[in-house]
């Protein structure tokens, strides 16, 4: 039988905001490249999300992953130029710097000390702590509760239009002559001579390399490389008001206000499997805690909310790593897919070109998991 | 287009827009606006289009207007009342 998908140097699986983003940078080194992607019906993850390039509360326990993320955060500004001129979508990237609310006395203290304790890990981190009079001179706008006590602040931080972000991937797919298939899910591999044969719904796809990036689909097809790839689930909801005048100008963990004038509220972590409904009860409690910050958005109408599954593994960390068994097979397995966005389309495809991973990747392999190694 | 229901019964006195308006009882704020003529009635947030009501039943959020001085309420949601002062809102509120 002829391979009605042709062949291809990668493969990449799946189509959300991680697999799009290292397509795109693969695509933009020449790399013949399909995506092969799920139809509606998949979880999804790229397109629920809040939107944040966020690095001051990342990588605690793996400073390598604090490197990582503040990559992405200044590769950022030139990869949403290069996104614009490729597709003409602005993703609505901003980045004023991004703030954690601190309430009451001994809240201040204990993110004084999450943040003195990243700064431990590495140099680089440059998160600061910053008293309400300077969070007001900051926003001059927006009258706080009588709570907070101030925030940390990151200059890195800023925020993007998740589905412009994806928009413009796909859109940049399109435009270097990469395939997205949305009617290919991957069923099976088979490994040959010089490569891989995938299975699709779709039909059959010949590649030099493969690229697992499909969120909580890659457990059963990483298995097949050899590569444990364990993840967790756990559900976000998020409450959207209507539009306002623009006023919260930084982003924070939990609220931010987007470029057409929404305050989207969120950061809620359940573990109900992939049950990815809402809840007046989470929702009551983001919106009360959102209201201790800003006690004014009692005002505003919420006019959405939604429930989405994050991609996690058991140390929330990431998972880059290529299959001892079948060199030329990658897992791509994070949260922050936002975040990261620029430094898979650069750092990550530029690894997946050459072949192997580099030692500012080393520490993400799933290896860290293997318990007898551990032990 | 559109046509008054024929039950309609008595009157009240609206302000559209700073001018006095007489309305069937009973009708709602986005109907009061249209028999004032006022032609759109709010613009849009993200692009500054003059909109107006569309749907007439609490879909489209077409309709937004200021009624005495609370901004964002569905017009076509909210019967009028004697006195009532219904305001065009223009581009996104302020809390």
């Known amino acids: ?375 | 287009m559109f046509r008054k229901p024929p039950e309609a019964a008595g009157a009240v006195t609206v302000q559209v827009a700073g001018r006095a308006v007489k309305v069937p009882a009973g009708c709602s704020a986005a109907a009061a606006a249209m028999i004032a003529g006022l032609s759109s009635t709010r613009t849009s947030p993200v692009n500054g289009e003059p909109r107006a009501a569309y749907c007439m039943m609490g879909v489209c959020f077409e309709c937004l207007l200021v009624i005495d001085g609370e901004a964002s309420q569905q017009g076509c949601m909210v019967p009028v009342r004697e006195g009532m002062r219904i305001e065009r809102q223009e581009g996104p509120r302020t809390l």
């Not at chain 1, 990747?361 to 799933?366: K, R």
């Open chain 1, 1 to 375: 039988m002829t391979a009605p998908l042709g062949a291809c140097d990668v493969a990449v699986v799946g189509g959300g905001v991680v697999g799009s983003a290292i397509a795109l940078g693969l695509a933009e080194r020449g790399q013949r490249v399909v995506v092969c992607d799920e139809g509606d019906r998949a979880l999804r993850a790229a397109r629920v999300n809040f939107g944040l390039v966020w690095v001051q509360s990342k990588g605690h326990g793996l400073p390598a992953y604090m490197r990582w993320t503040r990559r992405s955060a200044d590769l950022w500004p030139a990869f949403a130029e290069r996104l614009k001129a490729l597709t003409g979508v602005d993703v609505e990237y901003r980045k004023p710097g991004g703030l954690v609310y601190a309430l009451g006395e001994a809240g201040f203290e204990e993110q004084r000390q999450r943040m003195l304790a990243l700064k431990a890990q590495a140099d680089i981190y440059d998160t600061q702590m910053i008293e309400r009079a300077a969070l007001e001179r900051l926003m001059p706008d927006v009258r706080f509760g009588p709570e907070v006590t101030g925030a940390s602040y990151c200059p890195h931080d800023g925020h993007a239009n998740p589905l412009l972000v994806l928009r413009a991937l796909h859109a940049g797919l399109a435009a270097l002559g990469a395939r997205h298939r949305p009617d290919a899910p991957v069923q099976s591999m088979e490994f040959v001579a010089g490569g891989f044969r995938l299975h699709t719904a779709a039909g059959i796809l010949e590649a030099r390399r493969v690229v697992l990036a499909a969120g909580h689909g890659t457990t059963g097809l990483a298995g097949q490389l050899g590569l444990p790839a364990p993840i967790r689930a756990e559900r976000g909801q998020i409450l959207v008001t209507e539009r306002l005048r623009r006023f919260i100008t930084l982003p924070a963990s939990g609220i931010r206000q987007t470029e057409d004038g929404t305050v989207m509220i969120g950061s809620s972590k359940e573990n109900t499997g992939f049950d990815d409904r809402t809840t007046v009860a989470v929702g009551g409690r983001m919106a009360a805690r959102a209201l201790r910050i800003i006690p004014e958005l009692a005002n505003a109408r919420l006019t959405r909310t939604w429930g989405g599954i994050r991609v996690l593994t058991p140390d929330n960390h990431p998972v880059y790593a290529e299959s001892p068994r079948h060199p030329g097979a990658f897992v791509a397995i994070c949260h922050s897919g936002v975040t990261l966005a620029a430094v898979h389309a650069n750092d990550a495809a530029q690894a997946i070109v050459e072949g192997r991973l580099p030692a500012s990747m080393e520490d993400f392999h799933s290896r860290r998991f293997d318990v007898q190694k551990a032990a």
